[in-house]
Nanobody
Framework: QFQLAESGGDLVQPGGSLRLACVGSELTFNSYAIGWFRQAPGQVREGVSC????????AYATSVKGRFTISKDIAGNAVYLQMNSLQPKDTGTYYCAAAETRRDCERGEIKVWGKGTLVTVSL
């Protein structure tokens, strides 16, 4: 069964940076669009960023534009989320997800979810 595994979550101070990684268990990983979603305590899960299967097209939530960058390592079956200028409002569990297309990813039409990695932004 196709699985996704996230890593890189940590406690970081406001203004700091983190890089999250999402690794797929199968070679078919590169046929999927991959997205990052996050859920803060007591809040609804929201989309953060999506990248197309080939890694050429990307999309970002308004709240993270200019601070977060998504990228895809085709050879390594991995997608990364570089997060800079982190703020307390970025705190939450970050989930990696696979969709058929980048547009599906943006709509939240997800085929496979990872289990999440916790990001805490605090002094």
């Amino acid at each position: 069964q196709f699985q996704l595994a996230e890593s890189g979550g940590d406690l970081v101070q406001p203004g700091g940076s983190l890089r999250l990684a999402c690794v797929g268990s199968e070679l078919t990983f590169n046929s999927y669009a991959i997205g990052w979603f996050r859920q803060a305590p007591g809040q609804v899960r929201e989309g953060v960023s999506c990248i197309g299967p080939g890694g050429e097209t990307t999309a970002y939530a308004t709240s993270v534009k200019g601070r977060f960058t998504i990228s895809k390592d085709i050879a390594g079956n991995a997608v990364y989320l570089q997060m800079n200028s982190l703020q307390p409002k970025d705190t939450g569990t970050y989930y990696c997800a696979a969709a058929e297309t980048r547009r599906d990813c943006e709509r939240g039409e997800i085929k496979v979810w990872g289990k999440g990695t916790l990001v805490t932004v605090s002094l």
